[in-house]
């Protein structure tokens, strides 16, 4: 496994060791103790969540403000485009974002520590898109800052308007966001 720090160091992208040959191939998507050693984070996931999605949508900018999550993130099937915001107001890099392909090719994934929103945009027809959260979703908590926001000004690969839910296209303006201390 390799970890390899973003440009917000928190965020990270691990690439598992894959073994492969002509029958196809093996790795361990998840492994508790190198995790921890590896990172330093004392981690325990306990909520796993699968999604999928069509090509062009977009969920985001996703949050909890207490309960957070911290979360694992993979894809299984197809290409996504997947973003970190942090909104930790006492941080270096409050209201910066960090994203990076993740597919079923590459077999990437990206831990989003709590204190961040996150979000994705499907390029590929379909993904399957797999999460480990460190908390329970609890919608009373749950918030959305708007994926568009010209003040975070993230760059989503995106040709035309992207297919949002009605709570993504209604999410608040970062400036109105509940942001963590």
């Not at 590929?124 to 010209?150: G, M, Q």
Request: with cysteine; charged share 25%; aromatic share 12%.
């Amino acid at each position: 496994m390799k970890i390899t720090p973003t440009a917000i160091p928190d965020v990270l992208l691990i690439e598992p060791t894959v073994f492969g040959d002509s029958r196809g191939f093996f790795f361990e998507s998840y492994n508790q103790k190198k995790f921890v050693e590896m990172t330093g984070l004392p981690v325990a996931f306990v909520q796993d969540n699968h999604s999928r999605s069509q090509k062009h949508v977009l969920r985001g900018l996703h949050y909890q403000i207490r309960q957070p999550q911290g979360k694992l993130v993979r894809v299984i099937s197809g290409e996504v485009f997947d973003v970190a915001v942090d909104i930790r107001r006492s941080s270096p890099t409050f209201g910066i974002w960090v994203g990076d392909y993740l597919t079923a090719e590459n077999k990437k994934q990206m831990w989003v520590p709590h204190g961040f929103a996150h979000g994705f945009l499907v390029l590929s027809d379909v993904a399957e898109f797999l999460y480990k959260t460190t908390d329970y979703w609890a919608p009373e908590h749950e918030r959305c800052i708007r994926w568009n926001d010209s003040a975070l000004n993230v760059r989503w690969p995106l040709k035309g308007s992207p297919l949002v839910s009605e709570k993504d296209a209604n999410g608040v303006l970062f400036q109105d966001a509940e942001v963590f201390p």
